[in-house]
Nanobody, 127 residues
Framework: QVQVVESGGGLVQAGGSLRLSCTASGLTPDHYVMGWFRQAPGNEREGVSCITWNGHSIVFLDSLKGRFTISRDNAKNTLFLHMNNLKPEDTAMYYC????????????????????WGQGTQVTVSS
């Protein structure tokens, strides 16, 4: 049984940093793409970043490039999202997700590809 659990969210002032973590049990790390999505109230879920099993990563939104970094530790089945210089518009529920793929050069920003999801962790950035 696959379980995906996020942690690390919280309340932070604008300009601050947070590191989100996601542990995925029941998955074989080198068979899965993992990604982060976020959803703010009234908005659609949007892709934040993804990473292939061998570490090729993509940050999807121009507004996040240079501020957000994704990484993974396959030995610990753990995914991270390092968020710096946070802005109030980053406020959202952040979700970790995974899908089976051994593609080492690309990963998807579309939620329809992802089969396994966590419950989310709330990030709130105050101005």
């Amino acid at each position: 049984q696959v379980q995906v659990v996020e942690s690390g969210g919280g309340l932070v002032q604008a300009g601050g940093s947070l590191r989100l973590s996601c542990t995925a049990s029941g998955l074989t790390p080198d068979h899965y793409v993992m990604g982060w999505f976020r959803q703010a109230p009234g908005n659609e879920r949007e892709g934040v970043s993804c990473i292939t099993w061998n570490g090729h990563s993509i940050v999807f939104l121009d507004s996040l490039k240079g501020r957000f970094t994704i990484s993974r530790d396959n030995a610990k089945n753990t995914l991270f999202l390092h968020m710096n210089n946070l802005k109030p518009e980053d406020t959202a529920m952040y979700y970790c997700a995974a899908y089976a793929s051994r593609n080492n050069g690309d990963c998807s920003d579309s939620h329809i590809w992802y089969d396994y999801w966590g419950q989310g962790t709330q990030v709130t950035v105050s101005s």
